[in-house]
């Protein structure tokens, strides 16, 4: 890869060889007859798959039209409940291979722009009347407005999964005599369902873009499910418009996602996420980079396989010429996942506020990343926004294969995932987290969550205990970590730390970490010595933190449910933290003003403005 001199060049490889990859990943699906993880969703993914390399056809047309059969026959179009993601029934798709299932009709019709007449008519005929029966009942026209823009049926991740399906199902029908006139069960024609989603996804980038993107940000698991759906909408809606805005979308999210990654590796802060990789996801990633000798493919998808759609210059440059970055510097994106109340909407779900005090906040050096997401914990935020957050460090080290972190860990309680599990705050190297107790059954205490400790993994860390703080470091970063309210115990392999005394229903105990790079602290020793002589004082409800002699300083008080009225921001050298900055993205690689439908992107010698508010050519 460093062979290759120019951009251009570079870009012109990653784009081969990521066709290559995806190639590779659809024949070894192919290469057998039942594709993971089996049933009906496995039969969608290898059906895509010798459709579009146009192998297996007949096999594939007779699959798709035994599980379609089949499912007319066991339906009659009353209105029955919707179907959620555990509740498939009889369908000839699973919940989250809907979108592969729609992508075969698309491109395999005998219409398609793509590949047409791979479908038989019989089979085709089959697919459609399927999807009708489906999206008969469950879409709703009601939600397909302007005021909806917001709003969440369900999770992030099932809200795209059903209504972009919803869109790309009724615009699909809505070629045909036989159906555009047809009634929903709500009242409304196809025509009128496809005119109304059109408008309302030729929308929905352009909002997303403008106030922070998404809720699920950097989750382990969901991640797998929301991508395809972009990918879906950018090269198979009938409308240009939605086409063009949501190609613009791809490439400011894969911007987004890898200045704030390692070698792929998402940092900052997560919801509903875990820093203990590699990830799914990353494997999505790795058929469009086409980093050598990675794994790459997909696993509950074959979207992206089956995509033309190549990652802009600038995400490449970012991976592979950018870093390890030569200068520290910060990255504040607004993120959404504050609710709002919207009652000029008929629909029923949960609508996100547009002005989200919500900040993912990252501090990057040469040789790490140290990231968290900003909140004020008396703020209602949704429960995909508050579950199972975490935040920490990744370290950067190029010389290694393995990358190494120090990062939050949360310990479950009986239940389900945890909520509001801690809060934090961040300024540069330095990262506090408090854990915040039950509370009194409100949503503003956490549950389901016992104690939260730090993890340290990576087999290059060398972790040495002194005084009271743990250090770890690779030879090239390092970090601190104190348990501010008393002592800590390991678990028994010695790679969790939790605090030594533990009450779940008042336990409010803080974590500080403090991390440092060789290129300016010099050594490990040196900043062992910077940490445990910088400025700490600890009090019951307060801590003051300064690192080093001239360092900034942050001020934080402890937050107690039970009484939030009691709560202020932390402070940064003695201003209050500001959660709804003036910009959604601030970086010296991706910056776009709040509200804003013009972001730009630079990277090295790339410059783009990328508008949203245009409409395409």
């Not at 479908?119 to 009942?137: D, G, R, Y």
């Not at 390991?490 to 105990?509: L, N």
């Not at 934080?556 to 910009?583: A, D, E, H």
């Given at each position: 890869?460093?062979?290759?001199?120019?951009?251009?060049?570079?870009?012109?490889?990653?784009?081969?060889?990521?066709?290559?990859?995806?190639?590779?990943?659809?024949?070894?699906?192919?290469?057998?007859?039942?594709?993971?993880?089996?049933?009906?969703?496995?039969?969608?993914?290898?059906?895509?798959?010798?459709?579009?390399?146009?192998?297996?056809?007949?096999?594939?047309?007779?699959?798709?039209?035994?599980?379609?059969?089949?499912?007319?026959?066991?339906?009659?179009?009353?209105?029955?409940?919707?179907?959620?993601?555990?509740?498939?029934?009889?369908?000839?798709?699973?919940?989250?291979?809907?979108?592969?299932?729609?992508?075969?009709?698309?491109?395999?019709?005998?219409?398609?722009?793509?590949?047409?007449?791979?479908?038989?008519?019989?089979?085709?005929?089959?697919?459609?009347?399927?999807?009708?029966?489906?999206?008969?009942?469950?879409?709703?026209?009601?939600?397909?407005?302007?005021?909806?823009?917001?709003?969440?049926?369900?999770?992030?991740?099932?809200?795209?999964?059903?209504?972009?399906?919803?869109?790309?199902?009724?615009?699909?029908?809505?070629?045909?005599?036989?159906?555009?006139?047809?009634?929903?069960?709500?009242?409304?024609?196809?025509?009128?369902?496809?005119?109304?989603?059109?408008?309302?996804?030729?929308?929905?980038?352009?909002?997303?873009?403008?106030?922070?993107?998404?809720?699920?940000?950097?989750?382990?698991?969901?991640?797998?499910?929301?991508?395809?759906?972009?990918?879906?909408?950018?090269?198979?809606?009938?409308?240009?418009?939605?086409?063009?805005?949501?190609?613009?979308?791809?490439?400011?999210?894969?911007?987004?996602?890898?200045?704030?990654?390692?070698?792929?590796?998402?940092?900052?802060?997560?919801?509903?996420?875990?820093?203990?990789?590699?990830?799914t996801f990353e494997l999505y990633k790795n058929l469009l980079y086409a980093p050598p000798g990675r794994a790459a493919g997909s696993t509950h998808s074959r979207v992206i396989e089956t995509s033309s759609y190549q990652l802009p210059p600038a995400a490449i440059l970012l991976r592979y010429r950018t870093f390890p970055t030569a200068k520290p510097f910060l990255i504040r994106n607004r993120v959404l996942g504050e609710?709002?109340?919207?009652?000029?909407?008929?629909?029923?779900?949960?609508?996100?506020?547009?002005?989200?005090?919500?900040?993912?906040?990252?501090?990057?050096?040469?040789?790490?990343?140290?990231?968290?997401?900003?909140?004020?914990?008396?703020?209602?935020?949704?429960?995909?926004?508050?579950?199972?957050?975490?935040?920490?460090?990744?370290?950067?080290?190029?010389?290694?294969?393995?990358?190494?972190?120090?990062?939050?860990?949360?310990?479950?309680?009986?239940?389900?995932?945890?909520?509001?599990?801690?809060?934090?705050?961040?300024?540069?190297?330095?990262?506090?987290?408090?854990?915040?107790?039950?509370?009194?059954?409100?949503?503003?205490?956490?549950?389901?969550?016992?104690?939260?400790?730090?993890?340290?993994?990576?087999?290059?860390?060398?972790?040495?205990?002194?005084?009271?703080?743990?250090?770890?470091?690779?030879?090239?970063?390092?970090?601190?970590?104190?348990?501010?309210?008393?002592?800590?115990?390991?678990?028994?392999?010695?790679?969790?730390?939790?605090?030594?005394?533990?009450?779940?229903?008042?336990?409010?105990?803080?974590?500080?970490?403090?991390?440092?790079?060789?290129?300016?602290?010099?050594?490990?020793?040196?900043?062992?010595?910077?940490?445990?002589?910088?400025?700490?004082?600890?009090?019951?409800?307060?801590?003051?933190?300064?690192?080093?002699?001239?360092?900034?300083?942050?001020?934080?008080?402890?937050?107690?449910?039970?009484t939030p009225i009691r709560f202020t921001m932390p402070r940064i050298n003695g201003k209050p933290l500001n959660l709804r900055p003036w910009m959604t993205y601030r970086s010296p690689y991706l910056n776009g003003v709040f509200d804003s439908d013009n972001i730009s992107v630079t990277v090295a010698t790339i410059k783009r403005f990328l508008d949203f508010s245009a409409r395409g050519g």
């Amino acid at each position: 890869m460093e062979r290759i001199a120019s951009v251009n060049q570079l870009v012109v490889y990653i784009h081969s060889s990521s066709l290559k990859l995806r190639e590779k990943s659809l024949r070894k699906t192919v290469s057998k007859d039942i594709c993971w993880p089996g049933g009906v969703w496995g039969d969608n993914l290898w059906c895509l798959s010798a459709l579009f390399l146009n192998v297996k056809a007949d096999k594939a047309n007779a699959r798709l039209l035994r599980r379609a059969q089949a499912y007319i026959a066991s339906k009659t179009e009353k209105n029955v409940p919707r179907i959620s993601p555990e509740q498939t029934g009889h369908l000839p798709w699973s919940f989250f291979s809907l979108a592969d299932y729609v992508r075969t009709l698309y491109l395999f019709n005998s219409k398609s722009s793509h590949f047409p007449g791979r479908l038989t008519p019989e089979t085709e005929k089959a697919m459609k009347q399927a999807l009708w029966i489906w999206v008969k009942n469950e879409s709703r026209i009601a939600e397909a407005t302007p005021n909806d823009l917001f709003l969440l049926i369900g999770t992030e991740n099932i809200d795209l999964n059903r209504r972009s399906n919803y869109y790309l199902i009724t615009a699909m029908l809505n070629q045909y005599s036989e159906y555009r006139d047809r009634r929903l069960n709500d009242g409304h024609t196809v025509a009128e369902h496809a005119a109304a989603y059109t408008r309302f996804f030729q929308l929905w980038p352009r909002y997303r873009a403008e106030t922070g993107l998404w809720v699920e940000v950097g989750s382990n698991t969901y991640q797998k499910y929301s991508w395809p759906i972009l990918f879906n909408l950018h090269d198979l809606s009938p409308d240009p418009i939605i086409r063009y805005r949501f190609g613009l979308l791809l490439d400011l999210a894969f911007v987004e996602e890898e200045q704030i990654s390692v070698r792929g590796r998402r940092g900052g802060g997560l919801s509903r996420g875990n820093y203990d990789g590699p990830h799914t996801f990353e494997l999505y990633k790795n058929l469009l980079y086409a980093p050598p000798g990675r794994a790459a493919g997909s696993t509950h998808s074959r979207v992206i396989e089956t995509s033309s759609y190549q990652l802009p210059p600038a995400a490449i440059l970012l991976r592979y010429r950018t870093f390890p970055t030569a200068k520290p510097f910060l990255i504040r994106n607004r993120v959404l996942g504050e609710l709002a109340c919207n009652p000029s909407s008929n629909a029923t779900g949960q609508w996100l506020a547009r002005d989200s005090a919500l900040v993912n906040y990252a501090y990057r050096t040469p040789h790490y990343l140290l990231g968290c997401t900003l909140l004020n914990p008396t703020l209602d935020y949704a429960g995909i926004s508050n579950q199972e957050r975490a935040c920490g460090m990744l370290f950067d080290n190029p010389s290694s294969n393995e990358i190494c972190s120090v990062h939050s860990f949360i310990m479950h309680g009986p239940g389900g995932r945890p909520q509001s599990s801690f809060w934090s705050v961040q300024h540069k190297n330095v990262l506090i987290i408090q854990r915040i107790p039950p509370g009194d059954g409100s949503h503003l205490g956490s549950y389901n969550t016992e104690e939260v400790g730090i993890a340290f993994r990576g087999n290059a860390l060398q972790i040495l205990e002194k005084d009271g703080w743990i250090f770890a470091g690779d030879g090239k970063a390092f970090v601190g970590v104190k348990f501010l309210d008393g002592g800590y115990v390991w678990d028994s392999q010695r790679r969790v730390a939790t605090p030594h005394t533990f009450e779940k229903a008042t336990d409010k105990s803080r974590i500080l970490l403090c991390a440092g790079d060789i290129s300016a602290e010099k050594s490990f020793a040196k900043f062992q010595s910077l940490a445990l002589t910088s400025r700490l004082h600890v009090s019951p409800e307060a801590m003051d933190y300064q690192f080093g002699p001239a360092g900034d300083c942050i001020s934080m008080k402890s937050y107690n449910p039970t009484t939030p009225i009691r709560f202020t921001m932390p402070r940064i050298n003695g201003k209050p933290l500001n959660l709804r900055p003036w910009m959604t993205y601030r970086s010296p690689y991706l910056n776009g003003v709040f509200d804003s439908d013009n972001i730009s992107v630079t990277v090295a010698t790339i410059k783009r403005f990328l508008d949203f508010s245009a409409r395409g050519g």
